[in-house]
């Protein structure tokens, strides 16, 4: 990953650190969407909810192909029209500068928690098939996908993204063929969908919402819209990724249920960990970690470039407002450093995958999907920038503080402040008109 990442590429500027020159064709395009996706949630988190909840697990996966499908029906054309870098830059030019900063300190927050997520799940895999202290695993592969992407930025996370999601689709493909024989087809027989006795329509609808609008609002998302070299390859590589990623949801989900027949007693984590260790000869061993370790690196390496393209652009070029470009690559490339270290120290207290993720997604989806979605019809809705702040500092706060009790809180205020706010300013705007004419 090292090499493909830092063989023959060459950064002549911002637009190519950040945007990859916005030249991403469908090709690339589908591979970066589906490999940004397809991280440790997706892999060992979604395996331990088929292993604890049955086939119904596949909603997390399934609900963030139906978030990257309304993005594609409604939005990424004109996503990729405004030309922007960021998508904190996107509410900058819905809202103003103020909803702009608040964005950037939202996001970057959460997705330092995503990055470490990849980080944790790195050393649990390496873990179980090596034996030995888990932060040294977490240490080497931080050290591997911070390296490259500080050397190439989005050129070197997408090169890297296509190669690592063909590694993904290999591994898990024959490893469930395998578990698949060992279980026998019956395991997967007479299991309930779309709810179960242990995840009803509730937690359903939940992670719909959460992280379903993790995706149609994912800063992870829109930075792969910008990179495109049109609107038409970004809508037709967001179509074809959620097609792809649909039987992909069903077949890892089916790695948990599998394990748990072999192995009833699991933290439902580890079912992955133990078809490994315990199914298959050393040769699929490899393979599957390496297809493990590519979801990982994979999802890592985006939120990384995201979270640092952020900084750099919507914080620290705002904060420095003299400085060049050159000043600025430099910049972003030692951002990229110390985000890693930052989710490196973060991975190592981290709880358990789908839970830390949940409460990022809940923390971030809080504040900003209601303020974003509707920033595009902002002049319709008669939306104010005092609104859009509201919305995003309100909703987050309020997730932060409820996240794990009433996921859906955070949303419900951000809507009420949004419109309430703004009617407000609207009112006191008028009145005022009123009254000096």
Not at 304 to 314: K, Q, R, V, Y
Request: charged share 10%.
């Amino acid at each position: 990953m090292l090499s493909i990442g830092a063989w023959g590429l060459k950064v002549r500027g911002l637009e190519d650190f950040h945007l990859a020159g916005k030249s991403l064709r469908v090709l690339l395009l589908t591979g970066t969407f589906c490999a940004t996706i397809v991280g440790a949630s997706s892999t060992l988190g979604m395996a331990g909810l088929g292993y604890s909840k049955g086939l119904p697990g596949a909603w997390w996966m399934l609900s963030g192909t139906i978030g990257l499908l309304l993005l594609a029906a409604f939005f990424t054309e004109k996503i990729r029209a405004e030309g922007c870098y960021t998508l904190p830059e996107l509410v900058g030019r819905f809202y103003g500068e103020r909803a702009r900063l608040a964005a950037s300190l939202l996001i970057a927050v959460s997705w330092i928690g995503v990055i470490a997520v990849q980080i944790v799940a790195s050393g649990k895999v390496l873990g179980a098939i090596f034996g030995g202290n888990e932060t040294v695993f977490m240490i080497a592969c931080t050290s591997v996908f911070v390296l490259y992407t500080a050397h190439g930025g989005q050129g070197s996370v997408v090169r890297t993204d296509l190669i690592q999601f063909l590694i993904i689709i290999t591994g898990m493909a024959v490893l469930f063929f395998k578990a698949m024989t060992a279980a026998g087809p019956g395991a997967l027989q007479g299991l309930s969908f779309p709810t179960s006795d242990q995840m009803g329509g509730w937690d359903v609808l939940s992670m719909l919402m959460v992280v379903g609008s993790a995706y149609l609002v994912g800063p992870d998302m829109y930075s792969r819209i910008f990179s495109a070299y049109s609107p038409r390859d970004a809508k037709i590589s967001a179509i074809i990724s959620a097609v792809i990623l649909v039987p992909l949801a069903f077949l890892i989900t089916s790695l948990g249920i599998f394990s748990r027949s072999h192995y009833p007693a699991l933290p439902p984590e580890q079912a992955i960990p133990a078809l490994l260790t315990g199914l298959v000869s050393p040769g699929v061993q490899g393979l599957v970690a390496a297809a493990l370790l590519a979801a990982f690196m994979s999802s890592a390496d985006t939120s990384l470039m995201t979270a640092t393209s952020i900084i750099t652009m919507d914080i620290y070029k705002k904060a420095r407002p003299s400085a060049g470009a050159k000043h600025l690559l430099n910049a972003s490339r030692a951002i990229a450093l110390i985000l890693g270290g930052c989710a490196l120290i973060l991975a190592v207290s981290l709880p358990s995958i789908i839970k830390t993720l949940m409460i990022a997604y809940t923390v971030f989806t809080g504040g900003l999907l209601v303020p974003v979605v509707a920033g595009f019809y902002r002049d319709r809705l008669g939306l104010t920038s005092g609104g859009a702040l509201a919305a995003l500092v309100g909703g987050g706060a309020t997730a932060i503080l409820f996240s794990q009790s009433y996921p859906l809180l955070g949303m419900g205020v951000s809507l009420l402040l949004l419109f309430a706010v703004s009617r407000m300013e609207r009112w006191n705007r008028n009145r005022n008109m009123s009254v000096s004419g």
